[in-house]
């Protein structure tokens, strides 16, 4: 079964900087691709960035020059390191399993999402 769990949310003043992990069941070495959402209340959930199995990483232009997408092979574990953050970046943010298609980024499995609060 797979099985996602991320850590690394918090509190954190505007500016500031978080880096969320999410340890992989298995070996992510074998997945085709994987990438972080991320749901604020009363709004739509976004997908924030995705990296693929050959490193080709892509994200939302909120989050464009401030998070990178990464990850570790010899632990299993993905890694977004958010920086400048900002007040609308608060969210509970997930980490995902999916495939890339031409069409765009499918995810397949969640992890139970962890809250990210940017307040002064």
């Known amino acids: 079964q797979v099985q996602l769990a991320e850590s690394g949310g918090g509190l954190v003043q505007p500016g500031g900087s978080l880096r969320l992990s999410c340890a992989v069941s298995?070996?992510?070495?074998?997945?085709?691709?994987m990438g972080w959402y991320r749901q604020a209340p009363g709004r739509q959930r976004e997908l924030v960035a995705t990296?693929?199995?050959?490193?080709?990483?892509d994200y939302v232009d909120s989050v464009k020059g401030r998070f990178t997408i990464s990850r570790e092979y010899a632990k299993n574990i993905l890694y977004l390191q958010m920086n400048s953050l900002k007040p609308e970046d608060t969210a509970v943010y997930y980490c995902?399993?999916?495939?890339?298609?031409?069409?765009?980024?499918?995810?397949?499995?969640w992890g139970q999402g962890t809250q990210v609060t940017v307040s002064s």
């Open positions: 990296i693929t199995s050959g490193g080709i990483t």
């Open positions: 298995g070996s992510i070495a074998n997945i085709n691709a």
């Open positions: 995902t399993r999916g495939s890339q298609y031409s069409s765009g980024y499918e995810s397949e499995f």
